[in-house]
Nanobody
Framework: QVQLVESGGGLVQAGGSLRLSCAAS????????MGWYRQAPGKQRELVAT???????NYADSVKGRFTISRDNTNNTVALQMNSLKPEDTAVYYC??????????????WGQGTLVTVSS
């Protein structure tokens, strides 16, 4: 079993900052691309940011310059530093990882989601 556990969501005022963290655990041989997605009420889930094992990053245009994704390959963790938050950033944020498990299967896993609420 491979699981992703997120932490760090909450309520913040517009202009504030939050940091989300996600840890992958279980029978893991290698974690490849990790990322964060979000889903606002009544909307589809969308990509926020991804980071490859080598550290290459990709951001949604709406968060460029405000959010920073990082990872620790030793501990199989990924973080999302969110600055200058806006009310439109309010959503449930999901961690995502592509993982090679102990049975050498290539899996995609999602976290349970963490709510970020930005008040105006």
């Amino acid at each position: 079993q491979v699981q992703l556990v997120e932490s760090g969501g909450g309520l913040v005022q517009a202009g504030g900052s939050l940091r989300l963290s996600c840890a992958a655990s279980g029978s893991i041989v290698r974690v490849d691309t990790m990322g964060w997605y979000r889903q606002a009420p009544g909307k589809q889930r969308e990509l926020v940011a991804t980071i490859t094992r080598g550290g290459s990053t990709n951001y949604a245009d709406s968060v460029k310059g405000r959010f920073t994704i990082s990872r620790d390959n030793t501990n199989n963790t990924v973080a999302l530093q969110m600055n200058s938050l806006k009310p439109e950033d309010t959503a449930v944020y999901y961690c995502n990882a592509r993982v090679v498990d102990g049975l050498i299967r290539y899996l995609e896993r999602w976290g349970q989601g963490t709510l970020v609420t930005v008040s105006s």
